[in-house]
Nanobody
Framework: QVQLVESGGGLVQAGGSLRLSCAAS????????SAWFRQAPGKEREFVAG????????NYADSVKGRFTISRDNAKNTVYLQMNSLKPEDTAVYYC?????????????????WGQGTRVTVSS
């Protein structure tokens, strides 16, 4: 069982940066793939970025490539999402997820564990 707690959301102007953190409880977190999803008002939840358990493989949505970076520190049981050059369309609730396995999926149904979400608002 893994519990995930996100932090780092807030209000930022367009062009600014934020770093989200996801702290995981439980053992052997390095054996879990992890990902960030987001959900804007009135829209479906969408994949943002994912990372393998070792951190050696990452995957990004086209909309955030070159602006967002996902990383993890398994010694701290924490996954990060560095978000630069933020745009108003990045406004959403961001969710951290985890699942046992080796494949970084972009589908929400492939993740068993979810955090409560952290809100990111980008003003124009």
């Amino acid at each position: 069982q893994v519990q995930l707690v996100e932090s780092g959301g807030g209000l930022v102007q367009a062009g600014g940066s934020l770093r989200l953190s996801c702290a995981a409880s439980g053992r052997s977190f390095s054996s879990y793939v992890s990902a960030w999803f987001r959900q804007a008002p009135g829209k479906e939840r969408e994949f943002v970025a994912g990372i393998s358990g070792s951190g050696g493989t990452t995957n990004y949505a086209d909309s955030v490539k070159g602006r967002f970076t996902i990383s993890r520190d398994n010694a701290k049981n924490t996954v990060y999402l560095q978000m630069n050059s933020l745009k108003p369309e990045d406004t959403a609730v961001y969710y951290c997820t985890a699942d046992r396995g080796a494949y970084v999926s972009s589908r929400p149904r492939n993740y068993d564990y979810w955090g409560q979400g952290t809100r990111v608002t980008v003003s124009s």
